[in-house]
């Protein structure tokens, strides 16, 4: 009897410390607001009502949200930048900024303006039709502003001089800009394109920083050649992982290293940190059952192999049933599962940097 009462209140601290997993923050500090730019891998809805291919706001993305809401997130459930509020203690969700649900208040614990389909490479936004991160911007001053008056300029200033500003993208620009765009590939080889990327990356950070960001977190690129649609199109008969891919992003992410570092100490009182997404989630794809996976090279989403977008839908053939067993929901994004336990990496292996 003892025993299972403590065995009860032993298993309910260990469901409520892992639900709320939470990242530790440097003693005396507050993070009031995190405000989110990017692509797919942190899109939180912003697509929904543009007139892009680039939505998923149909079943099945969703399934495991609540209600099995297709909110325009591209997973089975949440997505890194809900992750990333949840780990900080902030809130639940990240909502879109283009929410039409969005209310005042939400403004004050922060919104995401990310656009699934955009990249650093305006180029990219414009095959996609993504907002581009110019546009990304414009909201973040319209949100200021709006902020400026719902709360004062004085506490409008306090939050955002606070608050994480993080963008999350680069993957479209690698895989389909530049490898499948003409105007690309045959103009620039892998180091001038990289250079391009990271001229609008800096170009980003120094905006970012005239708005009144101080806190401004950089999240690597994923090791994009082991996307299960990049192993169909590019992985050969037995769809390996691209390993040109990932040497491109290893690449780009060396010089987004070096970007931070530099834009740290040229910045005042700014921290502009460089999240190592790369080698964690190349840990996961490696090490997939020790973090309780089963399939690494297909999605569950249809046959796994190329479903995406609108290939992913209701009647794609053979989505997966248990999709705990899998680290990518459809053939480019991982399930939420995977978000979940590489979020909390990325943010434990970087938080201290941001104080
Ligand atoms: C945190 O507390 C220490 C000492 O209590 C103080 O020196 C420091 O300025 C505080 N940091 C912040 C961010 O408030
Ligand atoms: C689903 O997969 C997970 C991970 O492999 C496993 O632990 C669980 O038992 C499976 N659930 C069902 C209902 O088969
Ligand atoms: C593409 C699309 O869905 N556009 C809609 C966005 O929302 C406005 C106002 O709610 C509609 O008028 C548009 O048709």
Known sequence: MTYNVLWLFLSLDLIFTSALAIVKLPKNATVPAVFMFGDSIVDTGNNNNLTTIIKSNFPPYGRDFPGGVPTGRFSNGKVASDFVVEELGIKEYLPAY????????????????????????????????????????????????????????????????????????????????????????????????????????????????????????????????????????????????????????????????????FQTSNLPDARVVFMDAYNPFLHILQHIHKYGFEVVDKGCCGTGMIEVIFLCNRWAPNTCTNVSRYVFWDSYHPTEKAYQIHTHQVLQNSIHSFF
Request: with cysteine; glycine share 6%.
């Open 98 to 261: 283009l929410d039409p649900d969005l209310q005042e208040t939400d403004l004050l614990t922060g919104v995401n303006f990310a656009s699934s389909g955009s990249g650093y490479d305006p180029l990219t936004s414009t095959i996609m039709n993504a907002m581009p991160l110019s546009k990304q911007l414009d909201m973040l001053k319209e949100c200021i502003e709006k902020l400026n008056k719902y709360v004062g300029e004085e506490k409008a200033n306090s939050i955002i001089s606070n608050s994480f500003f993080m963008v999350e993208t680069g993957s479209d620009d690698l895989v389909n800009t530049y490898y499948r765009t003409p105007t690309r590939f045959f103009q620039y080889d892998i180091y001038a394109y990289t250079d391009l990327l990271l001229t609008e990356a800096s170009a980003f950070v120094q905006k970012l920083y005239e708005l009144g960001a101080r806190r401004i977190g950089i999240i690597s690129l994923p090791p994009v050649g082991c996307i299960p649609s990049q192993r169909t199109l590019a992985g050969g008969t037995e769809r390996r992982c691209v390993e040109k891919y990932n040497e491109a992003t290893e690449l780009f992410n060396t010089k987004l290293s070096a970007m931070a570092h």
